[in-house]
């Protein structure tokens, strides 16, 4: 029985299984979105908002929190300067997109990403226009 036991032990031990999701946690926070299945994504996310909910207190001790459960100074001081302040939201920071099928084994992906994944990078994509047959008959002319 599983009676109080959350998360996914994705076959692995408990070293390994934290070192992997930890890994995920730090490429999600240098990139701002990743690529994986959908349950590394899920646990993922987990982990990743509560470490952003650390980082919009910004106080010591929810860095030194942070740093406990990810032991990078590099990827912790990005979470507390750049990305916690540059979003406005109270919750729900990541968002899981499924994508596609793995080639190799048919293993479902998805997209883990910021909900304000432009804000963030400071691009800003803008809608694409429906272009008019006329406009392309005199493109070819």
Known sequence: MRHRIAGKSFSRNTNHRKAMLRNLVVSLVDHLKIETTVAKAKETKKIAER????????????????????PNNKTISKLFNE???????????????????????????????????????????????????????????
């Open 83 to 141: 990305i916690a302040p540059a979003i406005k939201r109270e919750s729900g920071y990541l968002r899981v997109l499924k994508t596609r099928y793995r080639a190799g084994d048919n293993s479902s992906m998805a997209l883990l990403e910021f909900v304000d994944y432009d804000a963030l990078t400071g691009k800003k994509e803008e809608p694409k226009k429906k272009e008019k047959k006329k406009d392309k008959e005199k493109e070819k002319e």
């Open 51 to 70: 470490l952003i909910t650390l980082g919009k207190k910004g106080d010591l001790q929810s860095r030194r929190l942070a740093l406990s459960r990810i």
